[in-house]
């Protein structure tokens, strides 16, 4: 593992089933965000966690949910999908110095 | 609330200099941040201002003004990779970052 890695890149799904997106980093920094990318408008950010154990709600947390059980590891969980859950979700990472964030690659959802 | 505003498309022409504005209007301000995205990739970190004035990294220059609420990106020597997505965004007194809707630029042979 490289930095940090979403998964799956992509994923069409159904109104109303569940569904996880992965992500995991192997630089050891504290910080994690989810965000959410729409066109026409910006990054928003939907739950981050400063330290592993703690989790906390952004912009956008609605029919979202996060677990930080350790340092490497923050899923995101959408209990019952609809189709405005329809984005690219962008995991990232932060120094907590200058704050630059580092992000995965974004997982594609489609909810239909 | 909470806004930043920056060009919806920019279009320059290869080997010229390009100059991206972003203004903010933010409850507090810790930094301002510009980001590169190419199409359908990961944003990546170009330039962080906290203090007024001129940043400057090879090409690429972040000028920033707390007193107006404003910041440039200042692209030089424009080449064809610079095509892509360039994303303002402000961290305010929550530390949290509000992100600006992006700047698409085209650039021109």
């Known amino acids: 593992i490289a930095g940090i890695t979403q998964a799956p890149t992509s994923q069409i799904l159904a109104a109303g089933r569940r569904m996880t997106l992965r992500c995991t980093q192997d630089?050891?920094?504290?910080?994690m965000y989810w965000y959410r990318q729409d066109l026409g408008l910006g990054l928003r950010l939907i739950h981050y966690s400063n330290t592993a154990g703690t989790t906390g709600k952004g912009e956008v947390p609605d029919g979202y949910s996060v677990s930080r059980a350790n340092t490497d590891d923050f899923p995101l969980t959408l209990a019952s999908a609809v189709p405005s859950q329809t984005s690219v979700y962008f995991c990232?990472?932060?120094?907590?110095?200058?704050?630059?964030?580092?992000f995965g690659e974004g997982s594609r959802l489609t909810v239909l | 609330g909470q806004n930043i505003d920056q060009p919806t498309e920019m279009t320059a022409t290869e080997g010229a200099i390009v100059q991206i504005n972003c203004t903010y209007q933010t409850s507090g301000f810790n930094g301002l941040f510009w980001y590169q995205q190419h199409a359908g990739e990961a944003p990546t970190f170009l330039s962080y201002?906290?203090l007024d004035g001129l940043e400057e990294k090879g090409r690429f220059s972040s000028f920033l003004s707390r007193s107006k609420g404003y910041s440039y990106l200042l692209l030089k020597e424009l080449q064809m990779k610079d095509s892509a997505s360039y994303l303002c965004?402000?961290?305010?007194?929550?530390?949290?970052?509000?992100w600006g809707a992006g700047t698409k630029l085209i650039i021109k042979p």
């Open positions: 965004a402000v961290r305010d007194s929550n530390y949290q970052l509000i």
């Open positions: 990232a990472t932060g120094t907590g110095d200058t704050g630059e964030l580092f």
């Open positions: 630089m050891r920094h504290n910080a």
């Open positions: 201002n906290v």
